[in-house]
């Protein structure tokens, strides 16, 4: 990596290359099987933070090269709407894929006030939504979520933050833009763990390097750009003038 966070590695083909190294040394598992994983087995996780549409585009790479994971929808995102059809129709050709699919909760969401209780409205309301069973939630900004819990299990989900999974997998995430612990290839190739859980934010991986801000700036300046053109092409159908335009 040449620049200090590896911008350089955060793009398609970075990406394409971690999966088929992670393909050549481990198993891609289900969360629903965390407990009966053999060795050598990783759950790889996406947390759609920002991005389905980078979710997508990962998604196509892990099925080019015949991996899997799952894909944690937030139903409370600032910056796409998950009951939009065109980010139904992305999830749906997601879970076509071969890929399983998640919750991405936002305790903080309810105020923190009855998490059991907002996970079962909300798995319900994803299933629901895309026909599809969620196997494992993950919490949002968990380090400012205000509720935090360890049980392996919660509302009929893994819970990706279990006491389980915690003790028994080794970790890597690119929060942030970049690796916060350890380079994701070093721990693919180092050895250290027989079983891992990989977190991967979707709208990191871009066709170019870029800075983990510019990234961000991409997602919201293309959300941007389809309202204006959704906008216009709205005006059209109705045969309004488009003053301002």
Not at 16 to 28: G, H, M, Q
Not at 169 to 197: I, M
Not at 205 to 232: C, K
Request: hydrophobic share 40%.
């Amino acid at each position: 990596m040449t620049g200090r966070h590896g911008e350089e590695v955060f793009t398609e083909a970075g990406y394409r290359d971690l999966v088929r190294l992670a393909r050549s040394r481990f198993a891609f598992a289900s969360f629903r099987d965390y407990r009966t994983a053999p060795p050598q087995s990783v759950l790889w996780r996406h947390d759609l933070d920002f991005s389905v549409h980078r979710a997508l585009a990962c998604a196509r790479i892990e099925a080019d090269e015949d991996a899997r994971a799952t894909y944690f929808l937030l139903l409370h995102s600032t910056f796409y709407n998950a009951l939009e059809e065109g980010i139904v129709r992305r999830m749906r050709e997601i879970l076509d894929l071969g890929h399983e699919l998640g919750l991405h909760f936002d305790p903080a969401f309810d105020g923190g006030r009855g998490p059991d209780e907002a996970l079962v409205r909300e798995r319900a309301l994803v299933e629901d939504l895309l026909g599809h069973e969620v196997t494992a939630f993950s919490l949002h900004n968990p380090d400012v979520a205000g509720w935090a819990d360890d049980r392996d299990e919660i509302a009929g989900m893994t819970n990706a933050y279990g006491a389980y999974l915690s003790e028994h997998y080794g970790y890597a995430s690119d929060s942030n833009g970049y690796w916060r612990f350890k380079p994701l290839e070093d721990v693919l190739s180092g050895g250290e763990h027989d079983r891992l859980q990989v977190l991967t934010h979707p709208e990191w991986w871009v066709p170019e390097p870029m800075s983990p801000r510019d990234r961000v700036t991409r997602a919201i300046d293309g959300r941007a750009e389809f309202q204006h053109a959704r906008y216009d092409g709205i005006m059209t159908a109705m045969r309004r003038e488009n003053v301002g335009r």
